[in-house]
């Protein structure tokens, strides 16, 4: 399974932006998709994740500014971020929960991160 994440970029302060990622490779079935970011220093933290069936959760700090999607028939997770403030500057890297064959276990499969950069 392969990850490839688009999105990332240099944003003022206030500002938004979007990000995908999309999976490809031998899917047989996805379950949960999820946002982690890992700022200079610190360690990587879960962003916001969303289910199979559509549940998703947050951290507290993004709550309100930030909305995870996905597209099943795409195997795409989004990452629409709003508000956007400096400590939101981190590596954003996304991560999907699969099954590459009808049997297969359960897996989770990371793709390469991309930079957000929130200028103040």
């Known amino acids: 399974v392969q990850l490839q994440a688009f999105g990332g970029g240099l944003v003022q302060a206030g500002g938004s932006l979007r990000l995908s990622c999309a999976a490809s490779?031998?899917?047989?079935?996805?379950?949960?998709l999820a946002w982690y970011r890992q700022a200079p220093g610190k360690q990587r933290e879960l962003v916001p994740a969303?289910?199979?069936?559509?549940?998703?959760n947050y951290v507290d700090s993004v709550e309100g500014r930030f909305t995870i999607s996905r597209d099943s028939a795409k195997n795409t997770v989004y990452l629409q971020m709003n508000s956007l403030k400096p400590k939101d500057t981190a590596v954003y890297f996304c991560?999907?929960?699969?099954?590459?064959?009808?049997?297969?276990?359960?897996?989770?499969?990371w793709g390469l991160g991309t930079l957000v950069t929130v200028s103040s």
């Open positions: 991560k999907v929960k699969a099954r590459t064959y009808r049997f297969s276990p359960w897996a989770d499969f």
């Open positions: 490779g031998s899917i047989f079935s996805i379950d949960a």
């Open positions: 969303i289910t199979s069936g559509g549940s998703t």
